[in-house]
């Protein structure tokens, strides 16, 4: 079956501008979750979403948003873009049913940069 | 506020040589806890679960509650080894349903041939 897929794969932003990244989770996976790779801060959770619900958000400014369709894909959302936003963006999907965790799916990221 | 800590930024070992992998946690509930790899030029993909208790590719790691631990073991290392390991800890927030992995910073193993 398809794996998570994450688009586009690579963005060039300038400061100030907005952007919009796409995940499509596995099929049957109704749960989508973002997290931001940075080389310093490395792996850091901005987000879930279940059933087009926000149940879960990191500790990030309100810049960062995002959303999630009845089909299960998900968008995330940045706004007013800073360098400190250049990162690579990574989106996970798993069943999300219940209490017990049965690990994400990774998607290959989107590489954001901003100049 | 759960924490999770890889002593090794970078870990070189010999080609059949033993490897371990450290990971140390932070958490006051019950953990449930992750290894994930990353392959060059890969994606991010789980390697194994606490609660399944299974051997993966040769590896295989215990939580140890009284030391906070979860370390990654493998009796022999193979070059194809050779990746970036995360340790991943899950905080479960009742009620919601919810959960997130807070991870540590990552071991990057080098098997020599």
């Known amino acids: 079956k398809a794996g998570v897929t994450q688009t586009p794969r690579y963005l060039i932003k300038t400061r100030g501008q907005q952007v919009t990244l796409s995940c499509s989770p596995i099929?049957?996976?109704?749960?989508v979750s973002w997290y931001q790779q940075t080389p310093g801060q490395g792996l850091q959770f901005l987000f879930e979403y279940f059933s087009e619900t926000q149940r879960n958000k990191g500790n990030f400014p309100g810049r960062f948003s995002g959303r999630q369709f009845s089909n299960s894909r998900s968008e995330m959302n940045v706004s007013t873009l800073e360098l400190g936003d250049s990162a690579l963006y990574l989106c996970?999907?798993?069943?999300?049913?219940?209490?017990?965790?049965?690990?994400?799916?990774f998607g290959s990221g989107t590489r954001l940069t901003v100049v | 506020a759960q924490r999770v800590t890889q002593p090794e930024k970078l870990l070189s070992v010999f080609k059949g040589a033993p490897v371990e992998l450290k990971c140390n946690y932070s958490y006051s509930g019950s953990p449930e806890l992750f290894w994930y790899v990353q392959y060059s030029r890969q994606r991010l993909q789980l390697l194994l679960r606490?609660?399944s208790r299974e051997s993966i590719k040769g590896f295989t790691a215990d939580l140890n509650k009284g030391e906070t631990s979860f370390h990654l073991k493998k009796p022999f290392a193979q070059e194809e080894d050779s990746a970036m390991y995360y340790c991943a800890l899950s905080a479960t927030y009742s009620g919601a349903g919810s959960y997130q992995l807070t991870f540590g910073k990552g071991t990057k193993l080098s098997v020599i041939p």
């Open positions: 606490h609660i």
């Open positions: 996970a999907s798993s069943l999300g049913q219940g209490m017990t965790n049965y690990g994400y799916t």
């Open positions: 099929s049957g996976h109704r749960s």
